[in-house]
């Protein structure tokens, strides 16, 4: 008899996204005429077209695999050297930190690196989480059996709830020295959904107190590039101590439009350690090298061609421009919301706006209203966690054209 992996079925029901899916399909089969005005403002996927030095990257490597004599076949599971050596030069040796290039670990793209790390873990770890989240996070949880049942209110039994509400900004504060310690902490910054920052005294905090209590935390930087304020790390590892505790998770989904094309990479310092049973330390590091070696063959030729060429100098300018423009978007989507008198956060360092809604909406039902009233598509609060009731997200990735005409259908509801 097969068994199955109960612990997928502790998923409460809906994944945030096909939960909207379903109300916009159902929306567009009851008002057909009114369909095709819809803007999707929801999940968080790029629209501009590839940076032109990725594309030429990735043309002249599918040259190369059709002809024999520049042919490539399986590849390094970890990732080819010249694009670890890229990496780790162009986003940390350049900016004065220590990252060795086999300490890069090229994957398909974050969102699995932030679940499959899981696997080198061992079971009965304190998962922490803030709340409102990544939903992403919590679920590879859930599936590895790192949690309890779902519970009614939302949420799962065992997780460690970090409370992000107005009163901290939004961003998560270390517990307090009575509560139970978690032994693995997952942080986003710029924060999705709420488009915060952390400040590099609040990233001190953890990084001291994942060392205090020889837990980890998994610093999710997918938004790095949107992150311009100098007071909040783009990489935990800028923080003394966080080669000992921090595993980072990068992507080029935000960065260089790949969410289709799929590149990402993960930073694991060879410092970074866990503990068997009996307490004696382990390094990471090999342990994910094996698990990658093991488990897959790396990402496709081509696609790495493309990444690499994103820290060219042209590729970096395009990178730029292509961040400048969707900046430009949440630029004027928070300014379309304070106009409107809602209270608004993010936007300034994150292609996000976190929005309180309005009157005596609540996240669903301000959801519908849009939906609607404006045809407009936005995340509602709630699906992020218990904290996010009351408030929704509105992203900026879509074209300027859209963008302006929300700001214009926001202001009509
Ligand atoms: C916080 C966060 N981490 C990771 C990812 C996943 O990125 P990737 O496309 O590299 O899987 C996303 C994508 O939306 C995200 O919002």
């Given at each position: 008899m097969a068994l199955?992996?109960?612990h997928y079925l502790k998923l409460s029901a809906g994944y945030l996204f096909p939960e909207i899916a379903?109300?916009?399909?159902a929306f567009a089969s009851e008002k057909p005429d009114l369909a095709k005005e819809i803007i999707r403002c929801g999940i968080g996927d790029v629209t501009e077209a590839l940076p032109a030095s990725a594309i030429k990257a990735m043309d002249a490597a599918n040259d190369e695999?059709?002809?024999?004599?520049?042919?490539k076949g399986y590849g390094p599971g970890t990732g080819y050297d010249s694009v670890r050596a890229a990496i780790a030069h162009g986003d940390f040796r350049s900016r004065g930190?220590?990252?060795?290039?086999?300490?890069?670990?090229l994957s398909d793209g974050s969102k699995g690196d932030c679940g499959n790390i899981l696997e080198i873990l061992g079971a009965g770890n304190r998962i922490a989480v803030t709340d409102p989240v990544y939903p992403a996070y919590v679920d590879a949880n859930v599936m590895f059996g790192n949690t309890g049942a779902a519970m009614a209110g939302g949420g799962y039994e065992g997780i460690t709830y970090l409370p992000c509400t107005e009163a901290n900004g939004f961003l998560a504060d270390v517990p307090a020295a009575s509560a139970p310690a978690p032994d693995v902490i997952y942080l986003c910054s710029p924060n999705n959904p709420t488009g915060t920052v952390m400040d590099r005294a609040r990233l001190e905090a953890w990084v001291a107190y994942a060392r205090k209590h020889r837990a980890l935390l998994f610093w999710d930087a997918a938004y790095e590039s949107y992150?311009?304020?100098a007071n909040?790390?783009?990489?935990?590892?800028?923080?003394?101590g966080a080669r000992e505790c921090a595993i980072e998770f990068r992507s080029f989904s935000k960065s260089g439009g790949f969410t289709g094309v799929r590149c990402g990479y993960t930073v694991l310092p060879k410092s970074v350690m866990a503990y068997t049973r009996a307490g004696d330390a382990v390094a990471l590091h090999g342990l994910w090298t094996r698990r990658w070696n093991t488990r897959s063959n790396g990402v496709s030729y081509a696609v790495q061609r493309g990444a690499e060429a994103l820290y060219t100098e042209s590729?970096?300018?395009e990178v730029a421009a292509l961040v400048d423009f969707y900046m430009e978007n949440a630029r004027i989507l928070r300014d379309g919301c304070r106009a409107l008198g809602w209270k608004t956060w993010g936007g300034e360092n994150a292609p996000y706006v976190w929005c309180k809604t309005p009157g005596s909406f609540d996240s669903w039902g301000f959801f519908d209203h849009l939906l609607r009233n404006a045809r407009v598509v936005t995340t509602p609060g709630a699906g992020f966690g218990r904290c996010g009731e009351g408030y929704f997200r509105?992203?900026?990735?879509?074209?300027?054209?859209?963008?302006?005409?929300?700001?214009?259908r926001l202001g009509r509801v």
């Open positions: 199955v992996n109960e379903r109300r916009v399909s695999l059709a002809n024999r004599a520049t042919f930190l220590d990252v060795a290039d086999d300490e890069i670990f992150n311009r304020d909040a790390p783009k990489s935990v590892y800028e923080i003394a590729g970096k300018r509105i992203s900026a990735f879509n074209s300027r054209a859209n963008v302006e005409e929300v700001v214009r």
